[in-house]
C-alpha cells in the first residue's frame, strides 16, 4: 500500500520560499527582504478593505468587472481584456496550465523571478534558462534558447532580483522575432517604480502583437501584498482562454474593493513613488561609497554584491544584520551567494542599514 503517485515531475517541483520576516528572541526587526511598499497601502484601501467585512457572507463577484473598470480607466486599457488573479502569480501558472505541458520548453532569462521556472515544472514542462549580459536580460540569448517545443518566454521587466530592465526596443525587437504560437509574458510587477523614458510596461506590445500577456500587481508600490492581488492584459483570445482555466472567484470581494480604492488614490502612489526614487539613488551611492557594488536598478530594491573576500561577504553581513534585527535577501538558491537584496524601506530604516554595513566593513578592514 504505497497510495497515489503524484505526475513525475511533481517530485522536482522546488518550494518558493518568501524572505524572512521573523527574527527568534526579537519582538521587531526591520524587514527589508520581500521588496513590500514601506507605506503600506492607501488609506483609502484600508477604508474599502474594512467596508467590505458587512458582505462576507456571499460569494465575490466571480468577473471582478468593477475592478477592471478600474483599472482599465488608470491604464486606459479595455476591462474586457483584463483578467484578475490571486496574485499576478496565478496568472503566471494560468499561463503555464494553458500553453505548456509535458515535452514543451518554457524560457526565463538567468536570475529572473524563481517563479519561472517553478510554474514551467508544475505542469510538467522543462524550464530553459537563457544567459543575461552584466544582470540584464539577454534579447539575443533568449531567441536563441528557442526551439520547436518553446511555448513561453517569460521577462521580467524590471527584473526580479536584479532591478535591471529591458528597453521598449529591445523588448519589441524580441516580440517581433518570436513565433507567433510562443506567448511572450510580460512580468512588469515593478513597473509603477520605473521612470525612465525609454521603458514600457507592456500594454502598446500586447496591441501590437497576438502572442503577448502583461501581468501586473498590487504588492509592490499599492502596498496590498497580504490580499494577493494582480492582473493581466492581453488579446481577447489570450484573457478568454486564461479565463477559462481560472478558479471561480480567485478574486476576493475585499481584495476588489481595496484595489479599486488603491487604483484611484494616486496622491498616495505619487508620494510613495517618490520616496522611492530618493532613496534608490541615495542608497546605490552611499553603499558604493562602502566599497560595495550595486547593480542599477529601477525597482524599489537594490541588488549588494560582495567581494566575498578579508571576510566582507554576502553571508556574513547576512548574520550581521540579523543578529542587530535587520533583514534582507540572501540569494545563494538563485546562484547569488556573493549579493544581499535590499528593498528600500523608511528613512529610519534605510539609514540603519547603512549605518550596520559601515559598522560590518570596517571591522573587517
Not at 53 to 70: I, K, N, Q, S, V
Not at 163 to 191: F, H, Q, S
Not at 205 to 213: K, T
Request: charge should be negative; proline fraction near 6%.
Amino acid at each position: 500500500m504505497t497510495g497515489p503517485e503524484p505526475h513525475s515531475w511533481v517530485r522536482d517541483l522546488d518550494v518558493y520560499v518568501g524572505g524572512k520576516s521573523r527574527i527568534a528572541g526579537m519582538d521587531r526587526v526591520i524587514k527589508l527582504s520581500s521588496n513590500e511598499s514601506p507605506f503600506g497601502p492607501s488609506p483609502r484601501a484600508l477604508d474599502a478593505y474594512q467596508g467590505a467585512a458587512a458582505t462576507l457572507h456571499r460569494y465575490p463577484d466571480g468577473t471582478a468587472l468593477a475592478l477592471r473598470e478600474a483599472i482599465g480607466a488608470a491604464h486606459g486599457l479595455d476591462p474586457a481584456r483584463i483578467i484578475c488573479g490571486f496574485g499576478s502569480d496565478e496568472i503566471l501558472k494560468l499561463a503555464c496550465r494553458a500553453y505548456a505541458g509535458p515535452g514543451d520548453e518554457v524560457i526565463y532569462s538567468r536570475y529572473g523571478f524563481m517563479m519561472y521556472p517553478i510554474a514551467a515544472r508544475s505542469v510538467g514542462a522543462t524550464p530553459v534558462e537563457a544567459p543575461d549580459r552584466d544582470f540584464v536580460a539577454d534579447v539575443d540569448a533568449i531567441l536563441e534558447a528557442v526551439t520547436a517545443r518553446t511555448r513561453i518566454v517569460f521577462l521580467a521587466n524590471p527584473n526580479n532580483p536584479t532591478g535591471t530592465y529591458l528597453p521598449v526596443g529591445d523588448v519589441e525587437r524580441l516580440a517581433r522575432n518570436l513565433p507567433e504560437d510562443v506567448l511572450l509574458v510580460l512580468d512588469a510587477a515593478y513597473a509603477e517604480y520605473v521612470e525612465r523614458s525609454d521603458y514600457e510596461a507592456g500594454e502598446a506590445l500586447v496591441d501590437a502583437f497576438p502572442n503577448v500577456l502583461m501581468t501586473r500587481t498590487f504588492s509592490k508600490l499599492y502596498g496590498l501584498a497580504a490580499l494577493r492581488l494582480g492582473w493581466g492584459y492581453g488579446t481577447p483570445a489570450v484573457i478568454e482562454v486564461l479565463n477559462r482555466m481560472r478558479d471561480p472567484f480567485n478574486v476576493t470581494t475585499p481584495a476588489q474593493a481595496a484595489g479599486i480604492a488603491a487604483v484611484a488614490d494616486q496622491g498616495f502612489i505619487e508620494q510613495a513613488r517618490a520616496h522611492n526614487t530618493r532613496w534608490l539613488e541615495r542608497l546605490t551611492q552611499s553603499i558604493r561609497k562602502l566599497g560595495l557594488d550595486v547593480v542599477p536598478s529601477v525597482a524599489n530594491f537594490v541588488l549588494i554584491r560582495f567581494p566575498e573576500k578579508h571576510g566582507i561577504t554576502a553571508e556574513g553581513a547576512n548574520n550581521y544584520l540579523t543578529r542587530n534585527g535587520v533583514l534582507l535577501r540572501w540569494l545563494p538558491n538563485q546562484g547569488l551567494g556573493n549579493c544581499l537584496r535590499m528593498t528600500v524601506g523608511l528613512d529610519e530604516e534605510n539609514e540603519r542599514v547603512l549605518a550596520l554595513l559601515g559598522e560590518f566593513i570596517r571591522d573587517r578592514s
